[in-house]
């Protein structure tokens, strides 16, 4: 096990701003897992489990906090089956199971992160999600002192979220294991992706995906970031009504656990008109709105007034509360 002191966010987080975290466990095996948490008790600091951090905003002080970062990047494939250690890069997996041949997370490709982060959140894109392929996952449960084998219908997966995001830092997960499929099983329902044909094979979705989403996003190795900031509200049917009647050309996407999700990043472009909005050393990025980038020089400040003010808006505007998606430690 590696601890490491005082260790600026600016080298573990995708935003590449802020001040220092306390200590950085990184755990190496299995066994380090006692001595990490009984490290977290002396020092009296939250245990705070870490990916890639290409979804968090340190703060610009000192976070004391014990922060807990799985090294296990090993990618075992068997079959239709992937199991993936937590701390595997996530666009690592998903290159590697096309090279495979298997379906079913090409759409997800170019997600920063790391497959235990990815499992937190849920991550989705382009009509995928996750969980839609997870069949367990394997945590270490702090409460009870032990590693456990959750199961996908224990794990409470929703829109980007899980167990494991809402029972936050009880659970640190350790790998989880995907069921991919050599059918073809191409979903090209999004509007990015529908000039593809039914027939085109999985190394080629991804290819698109990756050219789409390079239009999208700041290059990391300019700009910090950790894409979307907000989450889409999901709103039940009179309120989506509502905003309807008000903003006609308004999309909605019916959810299938219930409930609409109204796509935030088209009110940002058409109705607040954040597309490219700057303030100092902080954007709302000039291809979507959504994803809010720090220029060289931001602070952790800096980004926290500028995502107050675009709520304030929201709420002022349009009558929405919006919640970040981004977890601001
Ligand atoms: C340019 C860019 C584009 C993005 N595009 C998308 C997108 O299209 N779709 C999407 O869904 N997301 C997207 N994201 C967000 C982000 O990439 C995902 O949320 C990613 O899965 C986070 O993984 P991570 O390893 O970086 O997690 P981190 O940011 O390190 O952590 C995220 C959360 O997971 C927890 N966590 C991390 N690892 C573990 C673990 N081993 N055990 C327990 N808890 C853990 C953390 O405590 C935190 O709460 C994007 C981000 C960027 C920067």
Redesign the pocket.
């Known amino acids: 096990m590696k601890i490491e002191e005082n260790v600026p966010f600016s080298t573990i987080t995708?935003f590449k701003v802020g001040g220092v975290a306390r200590y950085l466990i990184t755990l190496e095996s299995l066994d380090d897992l006692p001595e990490a948490v009984a490290f977290a008790k002396r020092t009296s600091l939250p245990l705070?489990?870490?990916?890639?951090?290409?979804?968090?905003l340190g703060p610009d002080g000192v976070l004391d906090a014990v922060l807990v970062r799985?090294q296990d990047d090993t990618r075992v494939f068997a079959d239709e089956t992937v199991t993936v250690g937590?701390g595997a890069s996530?666009d690592r997996v998903v290159r590697e199971a096309v090279e495979h041949g298997l379906w079913g997370i090409e759409n997800l490709s170019a997600?920063?992160?790391?497959m235990?982060?990815?499992v937190?959140?849920n991550?989705?894109?382009y009509g995928a999600v996750l969980s839609d392929v997870i069949e367990s996952v394997r945590v270490f449960d702090t409460h009870q002192g032990m590693v456990r084998e959750v199961l996908k219908s224990q794990s409470a997966f929703g829109y980007?979220t899980s167990i494991?995001?809402s029972e936050?830092?009880r659970?640190?997960?350790l790998s989880a294991t995907l069921k991919l499929s050599f059918a073809p099983k191409p979903n090209l329902g999004y509007a990015d992706l529908k000039s593809l044909d039914a027939s085109s094979p999985v190394n080629k979705i991804r290819d698109a995906v990756l050219h789409v989403r390079a239009q999208k996003?700041?290059d990391?190795s300019e700009f910090g970031?950790?894409?979307?900031f907000f989450l889409n509200p999901i709103v039940d049917a009179d309120t989506a009504r509502a905003l309807q009647s008000r903003f006609p050309n308004m999309p909605v996407f019916d959810l299938p656990e219930g409930g609409i999700k109204i796509p935030l990043g088209w009110f940002f472009e058409h109705v607040l008109q954040l597309k490219g909005v700057r303030s100092g050393a902080v954007e709302a990025w000039r291809a979507q709105a959504l994803v809010i980038a720090a220029h060289p020089g931001a602070t952790s400040e800096e980004i926290k007034n500028f995502v107050a003010h675009v709520t304030d808006r929201a709420k002022k505007e349009l009558q929405i509360d919006i919640v970040p998606e981004v977890?601001v430690l």
């Open positions: 995708t705070v489990p870490i990916g890639g951090g290409s979804n968090i799985v937590a996530w997600i920063p992160g790391t235990g982060g990815a937190v959140q991550i989705g894109a980007r494991y995001k936050r830092d659970f640190i997960i996003f700041p990391l970031t950790a894409g979307s977890r």
